[in-house]
């Protein structure tokens, strides 16, 4: 049985740092895509980052409005996806959810809040 659990939000003063976790187990996370969403109160659920392998190789791709701040990376002893986010601002204030998508289905984490004071 695949499952996403998402860890590591919190409240935090604009200009600082958070670092979300996302453990994945049932599956191999490098075989798959696996994108960080967050929904703010009132609108649409939205891509921040995405993780893709390919080989050896990891490709990244990142949302314009958190690129340079946000990194996405991956353990791959620890088969867990990370969300390194600095600078943040409080339009970051959000609901972070990471999803897995494996072929023909999307698993999601609980979603987790980031809470960005100014």
């Known amino acids: 049985q695949v499952q996403v659990v998402e860890s590591g939000g919190g409240l935090v003063q604009a200009g600082g740092s958070l670092k979300l976790s996302c453990a994945i187990s049932?599956?191999?996370?490098?075989?798959?895509?696996v994108r960080w969403y967050r929904q703010a109160p009132g609108k649409e659920r939205v891509v921040v980052a995405a993780?893709?392998?390919?080989?050896?190789?990891?490709?990244?791709s990142y949302a314009d409005s958190v690129k340079g701040r946000f990194t996405i990376s991956r353990d791959d002893a620890k088969d867990t996806v990370y969300l390194q986010m600095n600078g943040l601002k409080p339009e970051d204030t959000a609901v972070y959810y990471c999803?897995?998508?494996?072929?023909?289905?999307?698993?999601w984490g609980q979603g987790i809040q980031v809470t960005v004071s100014s």
């Open positions: 049932g599956t191999s996370s490098r075989s798959h895509f």
């Open positions: 999803n897995l998508a494996v072929t023909g289905t999307d698993y």
């Open positions: 993780l893709v392998s390919r080989g050896t190789s990891d490709y990244q």
